[in-house]
Nanobody
Framework: QVHLVESGGGSVQAGESLRLSCAASTYTTSITCMGWFRQAPGKEREGVAGILMGVGSTHYAPSVKGRFTISQDGAKNTVFLQMSRLSPEDTAVYYC???????????????????WGQGTQVTVSS
């Protein structure tokens, strides 16, 4: 069982930055990948970024590459999403997810990400 808690969402102006955090309580389950997904109103959920815990290899959606950075504090089972140069198109509920078995932490699909946080709202105004 894995419990994920996101924090750091909020409302910002276009061009500003925001950092999200996700703390995982893993109990008896080992996590291999952690990722961020988002869902905007009326749109499908999309992957944003994923990271292989410990190793640190990362994957990004093309829409955020170069603007967003995913990082980890492995000792605390925590991942961060640093979001820069935000635009209104980034407005969404952002979800943290954890995968217990996969080691290729792509986010094109949510395959393998079995555990999900409750989500945190990010609103970017123009």
């Amino acid at each position: 069982q894995v419990h994920l808690v996101e924090s750091g969402g909020g409302s910002v102006q276009a061009g500003e930055s925001l950092r999200l955090s996700c703390a995982a309580s893993t109990y008896t389950t080992s996590i291999t990948c952690m990722g961020w997904f988002r869902q905007a109103p009326g749109k499908e959920r999309e992957g944003v970024a994923g990271i292989l815990m410990g190793v640190g290899s990362t994957h990004y959606a093309p829409s955020v590459k170069g603007r967003f950075t995913i990082s980890q504090d492995g000792a605390k089972n925590t991942v961060f999403l640093q979001m820069s140069r935000l635009s209104p198109e980034d407005t969404a509920v952002y979800y943290c997810a954890a995968a217990p078995r996969i080691t290729f932490c792509a986010v094109e699909t949510a395959y393998g990400y079995n555990y999900w946080g409750q989500g945190t709202q990010v609103t970017v105004s123009s």
